[in-house]
């Protein structure tokens, strides 16, 4: 025991006692001072060998050095943990001009600058859907730090899959037609509702109609 890290002996202890006492096999990590100082993790498997009429006699296992896989994940935590700041300020300065971008539209559509024609009207309304989408995207950079690092959350609720299909067609609508290709939605004579992640979804629907 007097080369167990100070920090986990007791823990240690609790553990496999509770575990030898039940006559169950344990498997616990812990570190190791070594003799130079240095610290060493290891995982310990074991179990108590007991005499005919029920006395441990013994415990009986292996201990195994995982040092390099421990320092390999405390390594990888760092690189996420620097990831995710150095995402959380890129993501910070690309909102910054989108949300400006679409004040702009904001202000063409409600006439502040004098009016606009039906066809101007409907392609600003694109313009601030495309942008809504982007911001979106720029929040999706976020969620791939989050998913992993295990922490990703969905946000489920009520909606009209067809209504997140047409932000998705209207978001990609001018590639197809830079392309000459004509998108049809087929819509079905009822309404439907789904419970879903919509800002997932609409993601989903844009890359697949992207990539097509």
């Known amino acids: 025991a007097s080369i167990i890290h100070p920090e986990d002996r007791l823990m240690g202890w609790k553990y496999c006692s509770e575990k030898v006492h039940n006559r169950e096999p344990y498997a616990l990590e812990y570190r190791l001072v070594h003799a130079d100082g240095s610290i060493k993790w290891v995982l310990d498997k074991g179990q108590g060998v007991y005499s005919n009429d ?26 996420y943990n620097i990831q995710r700041e150095f995402l959380n300020n890129v993501t910070h300065e690309v909102r910054t001009p989108l949300t400006a971008v679409q004040g702009y539209v904001q202000m063409l559509l409600e006439g502040t600058m004098g ?11 694109k313009v601030l859907a495309s942008s809504d989408h982007l911001l979106s995207i720029v929040s999706g950079v976020l969620e791939i730090a989050r998913t992993r690092s295990g922490t990703i959350q969905l946000q489920p609720k009520v ?3 067809y209504l997140i299909l047409d932000k998705a067609v209207g978001s990609i609508a001018p590639q197809a037609t830079k392309k000459g290709l004509y998108i049809n939605i087929d819509r079905l004579n009822r309404k439907y509702a789904g419970i879903y992640d919509e800002q997932k979804l609409l993601t989903i629907l844009t890359n697949l109609l992207t990539n097509a």
């Open 115 to 125: 009016p606009i024609s039906a066809e101007q009207n409907a392609i600003l309304r």
């Open 54 to 79: 029920g006395n441990l006699l013994t415990i009986d296992g292996i201990v195994f050095d995982i040092t390099d896989r421990k320092t390999a994940e405390e390594e990888l935590r760092k690189a």
């Open 159 to 161: 909606c009209d899959p």
